[in-house]
Nanobody
Framework: QVQLVESGGGLVQAGGSLRLSCAAS????????MGWFRQAPGKEREFVTA????????IYESSVRGRFTSSRDNRKNTGYLQMNSLKPEDTAVYYC????????????????????WGQGTQVTVSS
């Protein structure tokens, strides 16, 4: 079992920044990828970014590329999502998730590839 606990959401003005954290516990995380997804009211949960914990390889959804950065701290077993130049359309509940990987390049984009999920944290960007 892997437990994921998110923190760092809040209210910010457009153009501002927030950093989300996702603390993982329960298993050695080196064989996992950590993904970030978001869900706005009335919409499907969508992929934002994923990082392979072993290699650090990351991928991003096109609308956040260049504004968001995914990283991890191996010692703390914690992943981070740094969000800059936030826009009102970034408003959503953000979730981190963990996907067991057998390669060092695996960075899944699909929700059903993730076995474990955090509780979500609200990010609201005002215009």
């Amino acid at each position: 079992q892997v437990q994921l606990v998110e923190s760092g959401g809040g209210l910010v003005q457009a153009g501002g920044s927030l950093r989300l954290s996702c603390a993982a516990s329960g298993r050695t995380f080196s064989n996992y990828a950590m993904g970030w997804f978001r869900q706005a009211p009335g919409k499907e949960r969508e992929f934002v970014t994923a990082i392979n914990w072993s290699s650090g390889i990351t991928i991003y959804e096109s609308s956040v590329r260049g504004r968001f950065t995914s990283s991890r701290d191996n010692r703390k077993n914690t992943g981070y999502l740094q969000m800059n130049s936030l826009k009102p359309e970034d408003t959503a509940v953000y979730y981190c998730a963990a996907s067991h990987q057998t390669t060092t390049w695996g960075t899944p984009r699909e929700k059903n590839e993730y076995e474990y999920w955090g509780q979500g944290t609200q990010v609201t960007v005002s215009s």
